[in-house]
Every structure is written in C-alpha cells, then in structure tokens.
C-alpha cells in the first residue's frame, strides 16, 4: 500500500537491499541516486525533512560501507531521523527556533547502533515543536504535508519520518512515541509504526518531552522492516537510567505470515465508541473479520476506566514538559538574548518569547499551573494514581488475552488548519494511543486499508515486552489486506 511519489527501486525493502547490495555492491548507489530523485520531485511539497544531507555525502557514506565488507542487518538503508533524535555533527532542531543552530557534540545511542549495523543517514525530519502535537503543523518552520494528500496533515509528531517513509524518501525511520506520535503518523501515512515496551530502546540521545513517557521506535513500510530497525536499536544501555536489562533480539523471526499460537485478541469497547469514524469503523471491522478466518478469538471488553486515560496523559505529560523545558534559557541551552547587561529574568523571558512557538508556551504555562503549590495533589497525584490503576487494569486484561486490537485514529487524517486551533479536537486524536504510554506497553500501527482513499491504521498492543507476537499478528494483518 504505497502512495503515488514511490516507485519500485526506492520502495525496495530492506532484505531484499541487503540482499541485493551483497550480489552487487553497485545497487546501492543505483538505490541511493533513485530515492535522491524522488526526493527532488516530491520533498518541495511534502516537506518531510529540516536537513536533508547532501547526495555526494551519503554517496561516500555508502563507499566506505561497501569497502569495509561489513553491510550488516540494514545493507546500507537509508535512515531518517526525527529531529530531537541527537546526530554529531548535524544540526538538532527539534522543530524549534530555540534549537534553530544546535549541532549535538554526539550521537544518540540508537544512531550509533544504525551507523554500526549498516545503516546510512539520509537527514533529520520535521516535527511537531519539542514533539508537542498531533500533525506536524507546530513546526517553526513549515508543516509537512501528508504524501496521500497534501491538503491532509501526517499525524504527528513524528510527521516528518512517517511522510519521508510513505513517499519513499528514505528506507526506514526513527520517531519518538509521548502519546502516539509514531503511532498516529504511521496511521495517517500508510506506515508501519512501533512504539516499543518503556525501556527495550536507550533514550539516551533524545530530546525530552515527558520523560516518564517517551520512546524511540521504528517507521517503515512493511513489518519485516518494522522488526529488523527494532532488532538493531533495542537493548540495554547503562547511560540511559530507564533502560530494561532484559535479552533482545530475535524480532524478525517472528514476521510470518501465520499466527504462532492461537491468540486470544480483545477489543476494548471504548476504543470503538463516540467519536470513531464510519469509515474507519468499516475498515476496521473488515479486519477483524479477516482475523477470525484465520481462526483467532476476538473478543470484546470494557474498561471505563480508559476514559480517563487523555486527562490524565495530558497532566502528566505537560506537567514533565514543563520541568525538562526549563533549561532552555539562553544561559544553558536555546538561543542568546540580543541585549546584553539585562536582568537575568528579563534575559529569559525575551529569550523563551522569541524561541517557543505558541503550542510549546501553552503546555509550559499549564505544567507550571498543574505542579503549583495547593494544585499538586488536586491535579499530577490524581493523574499518577489513574495510571497507576490504568496499568493494573492491563495486567488483569492481560492474564485473560494474549493480544488487543483497535483503531490506531479515531479519525480520517485532519486537512491542513482543520484541527490545529481547536485543542478538545486535536489532543481527541491520541484518545487510543495515551493509554498504552500511561502502561509502558508495546504498540503498533499497521495499515488495515483504505477509507475514502486515506490510509486507516489498526493499533496491534499487547502487555510489556510483547514485541514478537505483536509483530506476528501485525503481519497476519499486513498480508490480510490481498486476500
């Protein structure tokens, strides 16, 4: 399922690449000169990247590759990064002024694990500012538009990688999950998008949003893909204090296309409730139509505790933003105050006026409020103790099924100003992707089909560290849709 921008070389998959690239080395530079061309045609409308290094850079890149015998599992895929994912030497903007010059002196734990397995950097994608957003319309410097149709936005934040994916603008990407934001991209772009268990992948590297929440994780075009990024960038990393000591690996195994057991799948009725699209409701229900021929249980399930599941990420998140956000004040971090000999607090102010766009300010000033003396314990202690029962919810649902289903969106993806001002609307986008942030759990956009001729994604969850059956039942899904 791919938009009109890819052609058949620039879609090539990455075992098929690896393949290739080790009977002929010359394919990789016919691969690499092939996705350069559609970036040329396509990226003036798309807008999926911030910087986009130059073609004779990763031309000489993929030299080197080819001259040290060692392709490794990525066989020379070009890789795009989310713009707070942190690259020596190359400008990290997080899709904010106050980043606007930031070149980072190192490089993320999972971009040194690309470099080491083969992969190649094509350039850093837009976003969402600081990843505050659900369709890569707060950027500071353009919104990336969605390659199905460019009135309609990508989901965000991680919009920019999922586009650049979808248009065959790069082999893979990297993105960061707060709430959703690889999930809802990959929905709305036709894109495989896993957030992984908190904690399998090192967040050492990334830009904080809410640290209790975040997670990097793969944006691909098919789920081998999805499975051999996760099996490169997970595993334990001592310079990251969340990081799981748990065995990794071994996820591209379990990419067949049928069921390894007989899974017991729920939905949870209010993930299928008030505000669900006909026309994904149709997708959706063709594909767990297809899944019990295929002879798996669904089921169905309440959790109404799951309505409180978007106010309480919201608190949280805000709240955390709020705290990491603080450092950026022209003395440690962000950009310098044009006058000099002003007071310190008149220094800051000018310095995170001019730096934060409108979005940013408008969730530091709400943090600040909700973690205010005589509010605490009203507003982020109430929030922790619904995750904390949230969570508990999932174990119990969990012991009974081995897997859960549901719309990835609620919704068809917005056209461009169509969400953006309208907050109860825009933060609704998140309402089936915050509760497995709030849990910790793995997660994974898959396409189920097309609506309207839009791209619908089906959420594939499990409890934590289920990265392998997830990935199983997302390719009976994937395969699912040519029958």
């Given at each position: 399922?791919l ?8 879609s090539?998959p ?58 490794g ?6 890789v ?17 002024r ?6 980072p ?29 659900s ?27 999922a ?5 065959c ?8 999950d ?5 999930r ?75 069921p ?16 669900l ?37 919201y ?40 730096g ?5 300010k408008?969730?530091?000033l709400?943090g600040a409020?909700i ?6 314990e ?10 904390r029962?949230?969570y508990?919810e ?12 549901s719309?990835?969106s ?14 109860i ?15 910790g ?38 395969v699912?849709r040519?029958e």
């Amino acid at each position: 399922m791919l938009p009109p921008q890819c052609t058949r070389l620039a879609s090539t998959p990455i075992r098929v690449l690896r393949e290739r690239v080790a009977e002929d080395p010359d394919f990789l530079f016919e691969y690499i000169e092939e996705v350069y061309r559609v970036i040329e045609r396509h990226e003036p409308q798309i807008r999926a990247y911030i910087t986009l290094r130059p073609k004779e850079e990763v031309l000489g890149e993929a030299e080197a590759l080819l001259k040290s015998g060692k392709l490794g599992p990525l066989g020379g895929a070009l890789v795009a990064l989310k713009d707070n994912i942190s690259t020596r030497g190359i400008r990290t903007t997080c899709g904010s002024r106050m980043l606007e010059s930031y070149v980072p002196p190192y490089d993320a734990t999972v971009v040194s694990k690309i470099k080491e397995s083969g992969g190649i950097i094509v350039g850093k994608t837009n976003m969402d500012e600081f990843a505050m957003g659900s369709t890569t319309e707060n950027s500071a410097f353009y919104p990336t538009r969605n390659p199905w149709d460019y009135e309609r936005v990508p989901g965000g934040s991680s919009g920019g990688s999922a586009a650049a994916v979808a248009a065959c603008e790069a082999t893979v990407a990297l993105g960061s999950d707060t709430g959703g934001s690889i999930r809802l991209p990959a929905s709305y772009t036709g894109t495989v998008g896993l957030k992984p268990t908190y904690g399998l992948v090192s967040r050492y590297g990334l830009v904080a949003y809410g640290s209790s929440l975040d997670q990097i994780g793969p944006i691909a075009r098919c789920v081998e893909d999805a499975a051999i990024v996760l099996d490169v960038i997970s595993g334990h990393d001592p310079r990251d204090s969340t990081s799981l000591r748990v065995e990794v690996g071994g996820f591209e195994k379990y990419v067949v296309d049928e069921p390894l057991k007989s899974y017991r799948v729920v939905v949870i009725e209010e993930m299928i409730g008030e505000g669900l699209d006909k026309e994904v409701a149709g997708v959706f229900s063709k594909v767990l139509k297809k899944l019990e021929s295929r002879g798996l249980r669904v089921e169905y399930r309440s959790m109404p505790l799951l309505r409180y599941s978007l106010s309480a990420y919201y608190i949280i998140a805000m709240a955390e933003a709020s705290s990491n956000l603080a450092r950026y004040d022209g003395l440690r971090y962000g950009i310098q105050p044009e006058v000099e000999a002003v007071h310190w607090t008149d220094a800051y102010g000018r310095v995170r006026t001019a730096g934060f766009g409108y979005e940013v300010k408008r969730r530091i000033l709400l943090g600040a409020y909700i973690l205010s003396e005589g509010l605490y314990e009203g507003y982020y202690l109430k929030a922790a103790k619904v995750r904390r029962l949230l969570y508990e919810e999932f174990v119990r649902l969990f012991r009974e099924y081995d897997l859960a289903v549901s719309p990835t969106s609620p919704t068809l993806p917005p056209r461009i100003g169509e969400v953006i001002t309208d907050p109860i609307r825009l933060f609704s986008l998140d309402v089936n992707t915050t509760p497995i942030n709030l849990a910790g759990l793995p997660a994974l956009s898959v396409p189920g089909g097309l609506a309207n001729g839009l791209p619908v994604g089906v959420q594939v969850f499990g409890p934590p560290l289920s990265e392998g059956p997830i990935l199983n039942l997302a390719r009976i899904i994937e395969v699912s849709r040519s029958e």
